[in-house]
């Protein structure tokens, strides 16, 4: 099995029964109750099932999980120091990882079946597309453990693995899992800019930028703004300051080598982008995935952290988009950006015209505090 999946690209393997580590769901219904998945309202609608594999599929008897290194060749936070360039998370930079790991688990899949001395053996195949709890089955198979950030750790890999999964009704034989590493360390809960940690292997999504930059589809709530900085599209703080990174290597798929072009894009040509562009640039990877609206209020945001002045008259444009999401961060990038003058008078004329709630309260937000002011922006 783990010779096979490693001619098809895995770069681990390993075997876990269909139960879950004891007070798993119990841990993950406690999460959903206090209400910290935020929008992601599918992780309630599906609770019984991500609690026990068995329950999503009643046949399954082993799971075969596989991981994929996707780790940087470069600093993955150096994106950060430019504040006039976006910063894209690693795992973005460059095709879905979806679309790359779901085929080739295809192939190990059906190599299983045929392989199998008794068949029709029958297998199902997951890549983050159903309630299944990958990273606790990863830990049970010994690929890693659930480190303090939430995140799968691996001994070889750091922080830096994809996950996929295959069930199969074929009564394999267990893999021993993995310990956890983390000891004393709290590297990934203090570098974290918005606090999105509560406690250590409790993640409060509201306050998580990924979640923010990707899942979260309205106006990202002005207290995480600042925060943000240059991230257009997820964050990879707590898992590029994970001490046992220092044992990864750089991904050697090709496909997920950073793309130039996502290393640092300037927020100028990100911001002028139309939908037709949008969605040319970003073909095949999964940046398109939130859209082009969602893609405009995070590079907002970022213009607002920029300090850059010359950035305004492109956030201004902005101010005629049919979308509030965009209007209204499009407010806030200018506000931060211009001295109290121009603010005000751009509010004089604007304001009036607005009839979305949420923009509107964007413009009494200028007039309320008199902007934060020039040079006030950063991350």
Known sequence: MRARARALGFDVCGIAGPELPEGTGENLARWVALGENGD???????????????????????????GVNYGPGVDPLAALEVRTA??????ARNRDYH???????KQLAGWLASASPAPPTQVKVFVDTAPVMEKPLAALAGLGWQGKHTNLVSRRFGSWLFLGSIFTDLALPADAPETDHCGACRACLDVCPTNAFPAPYRLDARRCIAYLTIEHEGHVAAEFRPAIGNRIYGCDDCLAV????????SAHEAKL??????????????VA???????????GGPIKRIGHTRFLRNVLIAIGNSGDVALAALAMARLEHASPLVRAMAVWALGRLWDAPTSARLTQERASRETDENVAAEWRGLQRTGKAGRGSAGR
């Open 40 to 66: 992601m309202g599918w992780m309630a609608s599906t609770l019984d099932r991500r609690a026990d594999p068995r329950v999503l599929w009643p046949e399954v008897r082993s799971i075969v999980m596989v």
């Open 86 to 91: 976006g910063a894209v998370s690693v795992y």
């Open 99 to 105: 679309d790359l790991m779901k085929g080739r688990l």
């Open 273 to 283: 982008l139309d939908e037709a562009g949008f969605r040319a640039r970003f073909v």
């Open 242 to 249: 994970c001490p046992w990174n220092k044992f990864a290597s």
């Open 257 to 270: 080598v950073a793309r130039g072009d996502l290393l640092a894009p300037p927020l100028g040509e990100l």
